[in-house]
């Protein structure tokens, strides 16, 4: 089983700042990895799918980067709504799919 | 616009069995393989199983492998979870996921807002 390391757990930005989350995979998934967003009471959104390809609708403030084992998820600028959780994903070597424990960013 | 609307979630003391649906529409959802991916209160998400488009094929986390069962019925556009056996740790809110092609190895592009399951006595 795959399993996928986030960091930092918390991140303390405000508004208007980059945020910077990594992800690492436990052995390579190529670029089969995806990246989620989840605000409190809702369910998951699909951010970015293959490390680097946006989602429908996903602000182009968003952007991932990364291969093998190693990813980060960007927001160059943060709004007021991208503060919740974010969470990694692969879909190399199932099953099971796996999810990273997640990065929450938080109003500093 | 693609909706899932999941369904069947509730209080179910442990031992016992609970089917979940999952409704979905704005899509062709003979197209899509689905699946099920549950988050227990205040913990991150957990894969639970998947379908592919036609429900021949299906995958099981090892936790829940001999214990839940997940199908389809294409013609009522509808997407099911038979949890038997049910244990403590089984309590979470069940969100059901759109997969981005016919294979369950697709990306989970769209979700519905989830069912509670909650398995106490």
């Avoid at chain 2, 069940?94 to 106490?120: H, I, P, R």
Wanted: aromatic residues 10%; hydrophobic residues 35%.
């Amino acid at each position: 089983e795959i399993v996928l390391t986030q960091s930092p757990a918390t991140l303390s930005l405000s508004p208007g700042e980059r945020a910077t989350l990594s992800c690492r995979a436990s052995q390579s998934v190529r670029s089969f990895l995806a990246w989620f967003q989840q605000k409190p009471g809702q369910a998951p959104r699909l951010l970015i799918s293959d490390a680097s390809n946006r989602a429908s609708g996903v602000p182009a403030r968003f952007s991932g980067s990364g291969s093998g084992t190693d990813f980060t998820l960007t927001i160059s600028r943060l709004e007021p709504e991208d503060f919740a959780v974010y969470y990694c994903q692969q879909r190399s070597n199932w099953p099971p799919f796996t999810f990273g424990p997640g990065t929450k960013v938080e109003f500093k | 616009e693609v909706q899932l609307l999941e369904s069947g979630g509730g209080l179910i003391q442990p031992g016992g069995s609970l089917r979940l649906s999952c409704a979905a529409s704005g899509f062709t959802f003979s197209s899509h393989a689905m699946t099920w991916v549950r988050q227990a209160p205040g913990k991150g998400l957990e894969w639970v199983s998947s379908i592919d488009n036609r429900g021949t094929n299906t995958h099981y986390a090892d936790s829940v492998k001999g214990r839940f069962t997940i199908s389809r019925d294409n013609s009522k556009n509808t997407l099911y979870l038979q949890m038997n056996s049910l244990r403590a740790e089984d309590a979470s809110v069940y969100y059901c996921a759109k997969n981005a092609g016919a294979m369950e190895s697709g990306d989970f592009d769209n979700w519905g807002q989830g069912t509670l399951v909650t398995v106490s006595s």
